[in-house]
Structures are given as structure tokens and as C-alpha cells.
């Protein structure tokens, strides 16, 4: 079966600095990737995806990820983090022609100091 | 454009009531889910469907009930509360495979 491992429970980081938050897969063959952020109270929105092609993706809001099929990783990037990144992250995988059944990491929350 | 709308927002039940929780689209989207988001669990699928007719279990679908009347509903049924059900219940749909999925703002549901 498929899993997803974020082993950051809670990063911070200052504004104006990097960010990385990773995120490992285990899964029999190259799923599709995503990456999502949930502010508090709301829903999720989708960030950035992964199918194909170019292992550097980008997405919304400045961030990227890069898949990394020897490391069965999918890590999220951003160069310079600002006070409204603060949210949780969650990183997701499905099977190609099945994303209907996507399976989510437990989330990387991020608190972001001015 | 109101993209996936989840009605109630919030909810309170005593073990044993049934209800429905409701989950619209108005994005024309084919596949539709719902998930329950418990802390420290990430999200976990209860029931999906890929379109009208169509529906089929996910990882938790115990305690739960689909159905998929029109392409833009998809109301997700508790049979019988259990505390154990006591979340957050997101709907979510999406174009397709190759797209990721737009959620719901959500359902915070207590059961007592």
C-alpha cells in the first residue's frame, strides 16, 4: 500500500529565510505528486503538482518542489518565506490515471517568526 | 464562482443520530470525495466517486454512506454517530486524474 512520510511535524523559520519541507513516499511505481497548504479554519489548496516530465516543478506563491525518484522524495521549496506562509503543508500521492484516491502525509506545520 | 460549498459548517450530535452532511460543485468536475482530517493523521479517504452513478470506499468508509445522484452533488450519510466519528469531514472534486482536487471549507462535526 501506498504511505507518505513528512517527518517535520512543526518547522520555524524567520521571514526572508529558506524553506525546505520534505516529504518521503513509498509506492510501487511513480504516483502523481502534490503538495497542499491549509490555512487554519479553511480548506486545502493545492500548490503544486508533479505527473511528468521536468522533476523541478513550480507552483503558486513562489514555491517549488523537486521530485526525486532515487530518494522517493518530493520536497517543497521556497527561497524566502513571508509571514503569511505560516500554515500546514501536506504532501499527497496517486496513482497515475487514479489520483481519485489520494493518500496525504500527516502534515508539516509551519510557524513563520517576524 | 462557489467551487465546493459544505454545508453545515459546524455540527454537534449525540451518539446514535444520523444525518447528512452536504457537499456541492458547481465546477462541472467528475470525480468528487470526501475525507476526514483527524489531528496528527493527515487526511483519510472515506468515499469517492469519478462521476454520476458511480461511487466506491475508500480507507475509512465504516460508519459512512454515498451516493452520487448528479454530477454536482455528493452528500456523504452517517448511519448511526459514534464518538469515534467526532472531525473534520472536507469534500473535494476535481476535472479528472491529471488535476488536483479543489476542496470544501469543511465540516467540523462532534459527536457526544
Known amino acids: 500500500a501506498q504511505s507518505v512520510t513528512q517527518p517535520d511535524i512543526h518547522i520555524t523559520v524567520s521571514e526572508g529565510a529558506s524553506l525546505e519541507l520534505r516529504c518521503n513516499y513509498s509506492y510501487g511505481a511513480t504516483p502523481y505528486l502534490f503538495w497542499y497548504v491549509q490555512s487554519p479554519g479553511q480548506g486545502l489548496q493545492l500548490l503544486l503538482k508533479y505527473f511528468s516530465g521536468d522533476t523541478l516543478v513550480q507552483g503558486i506563491k513562489g514555491f517549488e518542489a523537486e521530485f526525486k525518484r532515487s530518494q522517493s522524495s518530493f520536497n517543497l521549496r521556497k527561497p524566502s518565506v513571508h509571514w503569511s506562509d505560516a500554515a500546514e503543508y501536506f504532501c499527497?500521492?496517486?496513482?497515475?490515471?487514479?489520483?481519485?484516491?489520494?493518500?496525504f502525509g500527516t502534515g508539516t506545520r509551519l510557524q513563520v517568526t517576524l | 464562482n462557489a467551487g465546493v460549498t459544505q454545508t453545515p459548517k459546524f455540527q454537534v450530535l449525540k451518539t446514535g443520530q444520523s444525518m447528512t452532511l452536504q457537499c456541492a460543485q458547481d465546477?462541472?468536475?467528475?470525480?468528487m470525495s470526501w475525507y476526514r482530517q483527524d489531528p496528527g493523521m493527515g487526511l483519510r479517504l472515506i468515499h469517492y466517486s469519478v462521476g454520476a452513478g458511480i461511487t466506491d470506499q475508500g480507507e475509512v468508509p465504516n460508519g459512512y454512506n454515498v451516493s452520487r445522484s448528479t454530477t454536482e452533488d455528493f452528500p456523504l450519510r452517517l448511519l448511526s454517530a459514534a464518538p469515534s466519528q467526532t472531525s473534520v469531514y472536507f469534500c473535494?472534486?476535481?476535472?479528472?486524474?491529471?488535476?488536483?482536487?479543489?476542496f470544501g471549507s469543511g465540516t467540523r462535526l462532534t459527536v457526544v
Open positions: 473535494a472534486s476535481s476535472d479528472g486524474p491529471n488535476y488536483g482536487y479543489t
Open positions: 465546477m462541472n468536475h467528475e470525480y
Open positions: 499527497a500521492v496517486g496513482p497515475r490515471g487514479g489520483a481519485s484516491k489520494l493518500t
